[in-house]
């Protein structure tokens, strides 16, 4: 039997080596004929840690890696353009504080 192979988002890259990936479907309702989003959880052996949070990648079905683990990552598809505005205000908060420390020191 052809293992499966599986495209989805990386939602959590805490772990080294292990990756949470969501994978997206759509079901449709048995009496309303709706179609409703669902999700499939999958953790993912990443031996180099090459996928980030937010990346796109492809997995395929392995053996039992862990108690969990049981798909592992053949490419990273596309790689995540979102920008971390935390991260980036905390890099600039002290450039920030050292040019007022500047400008008051010249003022007075």
Do not use: F
């Not at 988002?9 to 179609?35: G, I, N």
């Not at 108690?67 to 505005?85: G, M, N, P, Y």
């Amino acid at each position: 039997m052809p293992k499966r192979v599986a495209t989805g988002v990386v939602t959590s890259d805490r772990a080294s080596q292990t990756r949470r990936v969501e994978l997206p479907r759509l079901v449709k309702h048995v009496k309303y004929k709706k179609y409703l989003r669902r999700r499939t959880v999958c953790h993912v052996h990443d031996p180099e840690n090459d996928s980030k949070l937010g990346d796109t990648i492809e997995i395929v079905e392995c053996s039992p890696r862990s108690k969990i683990k049981r798909w592992e990552l053949v490419r990273v598809v596309a790689r995540s353009s979102a920008v971390d505005l935390a991260a980036m205000r905390a890099a600039a908060k002290p450039d920030e504080e050292a040019d007022g420390k500047e400008e008051h020191e010249t003022k007075s």
